[in-house]
């Protein structure tokens, strides 16, 4: 699967942390609301995000993950949370900063890393 950027991940993790499936549209409005962006701002990146495949919205329609755009954003909220839940609870960052921490981890770290080091994680039952 090719990578988008870290913003259009974000993207991504909004909409399946809204609920969004390949069978669950979302709203525009929400997303911008979970986000903290403009409409225009999602629009934006609606954009690109269906030029890659990942996302369908019909003129002015709510936003529909493809099957691949689900299994990304999926994904990315996984490891989001497994990241969170190792800081936490692993090493006793307040929830807040973890949170914030994750998410710049989970972008920067590399697939390869990432899995070796959640096996690591989930061996030590957080």
């Not at 390949?22 to 986000?35: C, E, G, L, Q, T």
């Not at 225009?40 to 493809?66: C, F, I, M, R």
């Not at 490891?79 to 190792?86: A, V």
Request: one cysteine or more; proline letters at 2%.
């Amino acid at each position: 699967m090719e990578k988008v950027s870290m913003s259009h991940e974000d993207y991504l993790e909004a909409i399946v942390m809204l609920g969004g499936t390949a069978a669950n549209p979302v709203r525009s409005v929400d997303i911008a609301a979970k986000m903290g962006v403009s409409k225009a701002s999602v629009s934006k990146a609606l954009t690109l995000l269906k030029e890659k495949g990942l996302v369908v919205q019909p003129h002015y329609g709510d936003v529909t993950l493809t099957e691949e755009g689900y299994a990304y954003g999926q994904s990315i909220f996984q490891r989001h949370g497994l990241i969170t839940r190792f800081l936490n609870k692993g090493m006793g960052i307040d929830l807040e900063e973890a949170e914030r921490e994750a998410c710049i981890i989970e972008h920067a770290i590399s697939d390869d890393a990432y899995e070796k080091w959640a096996e690591f994680i989930k061996s030590l039952d957080l």
